[in-house]
């Protein structure tokens, strides 16, 4: 099983940035797919961004062009660039794991993120 801390959110005027980091407590190179969702208030969780073990991404459309995900092998570490941030980024931003030949991904104690107009 693997475990996720998240760190990185914070308040933020509409139109900065944030980068949120995603830190795993296996070789990243064991997990299959590792993403950013979020949940913001009365809302259900949403994804936001995906990175599979090959490099590939993917993302919601509401972020394309203003947030990136990447990650750095040799601190097991994912990140989340966001930019352009808008009011309605605002949410509890959760990371997510799923290793290689599990049934059940992992998700992180999540980190708040407020985006202020």
């Known amino acids: 099983q693997v475990q996720l801390v998240e760190s990185g959110g914070g308040l933020v005027q509409a139109g900065g940035s944030l980068r949120l980091s995603c830190a795993a407590s296996t070789n990243i190179f064991s997990i299959r797919v590792m993403g950013w969702y979020r949940q913001a208030p009365g809302k259900e969780r949403e994804l936001v961004a995906t990175?599979?073990?090959?490099?590939?991404?993917n993302y919601a459309d509401s972020v394309k062009g203003r947030f990136t995900i990447s990650r750095d092998n040799a601190k097991n570490t994912v990140y989340l660039q966001m930019n352009s941030l808008k009011p309605e980024d605002t949410a509890v931003y959760y990371c997510n794991a799923a290793l290689w030949g599990a049934t059940m991904s992992t998700w992180g104690q999540g980190t708040q993120v407020t985006v202020s107009s």
């Open positions: 990175i599979i073990s090959s490099g590939s991404t």
